[in-house]
């Protein structure tokens, strides 16, 4: 559960810990959401997004909007106003029902605490069925006020749990698996697509069986990459036009055929592609029009068109004229990117760091690092530099485009992934959005294996005044869980009286160097390519400075220069300032080791990188 507290969901929270939900607590509902939707899309399993009334959940909508655009499960989960009092200025009040509907696949307030089992499970029935999205939970205050007795509750929640209804996912008919098939067997230039939805359904071992068994060279698109390691010889990720602009038929699996794939349209690719699209929403086949569309779990339908091919095997083989072509520029490509990659440029430009990141990231080995991307120019060449090698290893803006969801990226991917180091390659203007966030995964120590409580049982005796405590016991019990330095519980029980003393001794070295209390060890290496702006420097023509307000910074600039690396020392963590290719080195081996938060501030030429990266056409 992702989120930030305050009224009146503190107690929520606090409640969700004691019974086991881990809580990673933000400065910004923007970020959580956007946490809890890349949780949902790394696990397959809702994040959760807690925010406070009103104003929280209207910053939360930027994180179930980017759950729906990218198709992530996630759950939004809100307190809102007393529904006594609705409709006549109550504090924070929003009807956020409606203000959540035009993002979530589902959006129901709790009116009773009685109703909270059948819509909690109705909630997460939704997000993780049929295409993936978000879906809202409204608790308003009276109801987070009401009480239930547990047997109660406990019969509550096995009736819920019989009525769950979820969406079917569609059942693909043997006659089209042979379609499928027969469309792939006879095609001159065939060519396998696959993208997040098929990173979802972790469709990667029957892709690679189907890659390697026809010998199809594959093309993945940005988020889709690791599915199959990028550095496959059937990968044609470095030939991606020619692959585009010359199949005759592809199979696309999980990745709709929207701007990011050109829309399968001409220009770039051929009028004649015949799509075969897979794809867990009809909606989506139906508004595409393939060749052929298989409605279905990519993973599942995957495995439908093995065991079609098992019985009748084909395979392209390396000699084949269109392996050949591919493999011919994909090398070519390769090489001319190496040459470029191979020159140390100081000021640096975007591919001379770009290229030290890509080595210590292939260094790690396994388990890969996740890696998180967002900024124009950054993401753009990161994408073409930067290799992944194992599934669902790469965050970046995805469909939306979104961007500020680097941070909250990091901190998802560090919690659903503890055994990743994650890696952040992004842009000054994107770390900007979120970089506050830095001090969620900052914080020098976990104080909870400090932490020793004391339980003392003593006996009151009535009658005495003004009361008799003699100590019958003494437990030290360690991971206690209260967060106070002191509290203390009378328990009745007939005429003894259990006195719980909790004594949380905090490391006060810490307590100076952070600021937070108990905060979450994440081992994040945030890098920020630097170049003091949105694009970089001030690339307005002279026509274009003009006015009463020529004088001011241009819209698109920064603070040249600025020290996004003190930011993350003001929290205990570690910041670098680099600018040249030693310096980089140096600082990604000291962290990558350490495994601690970091932010690593790369010096970058303002006037380096284009404009409105690859995009510039819509600008
Ligand atoms: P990309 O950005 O990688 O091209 P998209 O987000 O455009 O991918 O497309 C992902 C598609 O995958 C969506 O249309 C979604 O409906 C679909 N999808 C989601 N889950 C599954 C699944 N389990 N099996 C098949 N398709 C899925």
């Not at 770390?431 to 020793?452: H, W």
């Not at 019990?477 to 005429?495: A, G, K, N």
Request: proline fraction near 6%.
């Amino acid at each position: 559960m992702f989120g930030v507290v305050g009224i009146p969901v503190t107690a929520l929270a606090n409640r969700a810990v004691t019974l086991g939900v881990r809580f990673v607590a933000f400065h910004n509902e923007q970020s959580a959401g956007y946490a809890a939707s890349a949780y949902g899309y790394l696990t397959g399993r809702p994040g959760i997004l807690l925010t406070v009334s009103g104003p929280g959940c209207v910053h939360g909508l930027a994180g179930v909007s980017n759950a729906a655009a990218n198709a992530w499960p996630m759950i939004v989960i809100a307190g809102s106003c007393d529904q006594g009092y609705f409709g006549r200025g109550d504090f924070q009040e929003l009807d956020q029902v409606e203000a959540v509907k035009p993002f979530s696949k589902l959006s129901v307030r709790v009116r009773d605490i009685k109703e909270v089992p059948r819509c909690v499970f109705e909630v997460i029935g939704k997000a993780g069925s049929g295409r993936p999205g978000g879906c809202y939970l409204d608790l308003p205050t009276d109801v987070l006020h009401q009480t239930v007795s547990e047997a109660e509750a406990e019969e509550l929640l096995v009736e819920a749990g019989k009525g769950v209804e979820k969406e079917v996912n569609g059942i693909v008919g043997q006659s089209e698996i042979e379609k499928a098939v027969s469309l792939l067997r006879h095609a001159e230039r065939p060519l396998i697509v696959f993208g997040k939805g098929a990173a979802i359904a972790r469709a990667e071992n029957g892709l690679k069986k189907l890659v390697e068994t026809t010998g199809i060279p594959f093309l993945p698109t940005p988020m889709g990459k690791g599915l199959l390691p990028d550095t496959h010889e059937l990968a044609a990720t470095a030939a991606r036009s020619l692959a585009i602009g010359k199949c005759d038929v592809a199979l696309v699996v999980g990745a709709r055929l929207n701007w990011l794939l050109h829309f399968g349209e001409p220009p770039k690719w051929s009028k004649d592609v015949k799509f075969i699209l897979v794809d867990i929403s009809k909606e989506e086949i139906e508004l595409r029009k393939p060749c052929l569309g298989l409605v279905g779990d990519a993973a599942k339908v995957v495995e439908m068109i093995n065991k079609e091919i098992k019985d009748d095997p084909f395979c392209l083989g390396k000699t084949h004229p269109w392996v050949e072509a591919i493999q011919k520029k994909a090398n070519e490509n390769v090489s001319k990117m190496e040459a470029q990659l191979a020159k140390d440029v100081v000021p640096f430009n975007f591919l001379t760091p770009m290229r030290i990141i890509r080595d210590a990231i292939l260094g790690v080995g396994s388990p890969a690092p996740i890696v998180v991307s967002e900024g124009a120019n950054t993401m753009d060449v990161g994408r073409s530099v930067l290799v992944q090698t194992e599934p669902r290893t790469r965050l970046d803006a995805g469909t939306w485009g979104t961007m500020g969801v680097g941070l909250g990226y990091c901190i998802a991917a560090a919690v659903a992934s503890p055994d990743r180091l994650v890696v952040a390659v992004e842009g000054d203007s994107g770390f900007g959005f979120s970089a506050m966030e830095v001090e969620v995964s900052s914080s020098a120590k976990r104080m909870l294996g400090n932490r020793i409580a004391i339980l003392f049982l003593a006996r009151y005796e009535v009658g005495l005044f003004p009361f008799k405590l003699s100590l019958v016991g003494c437990r030290v019990i360690p991971e206690f869980f209260h967060t106070r330095y002191v509290t203390m519980h009378l328990i009745p029980d007939s005429s003894v009286y259990h006195l719980s003393v909790t004594i949380v001794p905090y490391d006060l070295d810490s307590l100076q160097q952070n600021g937070t209390l108990i905060r979450y060890q994440l081992p994040v290496v945030v890098i920020v390519f630097n170049n003091g702006g949105v694009y970089g420097g001030d690339r307005r023509s002279p026509e274009e400075i003009t006015g009463p307000f020529k004088d001011d910074p241009a819209p698109t600039s920064y603070v040249l220069g600025a020290a996004y690396h003190l930011l993350i020392e003001a929290f205990g963590g570690k910041g670098y300032l680099v600018g040249t290719p030693d310096e980089l080195k140096s600082a990604l081996t000291e962290s990558f080791a350490a495994r601690k938060p970091v932010v690593i501030n790369v010096t970058i030429d303002p006037y380096a990188g284009a404009k409105s990266g690859r995009l510039q056409h819509k600008n």
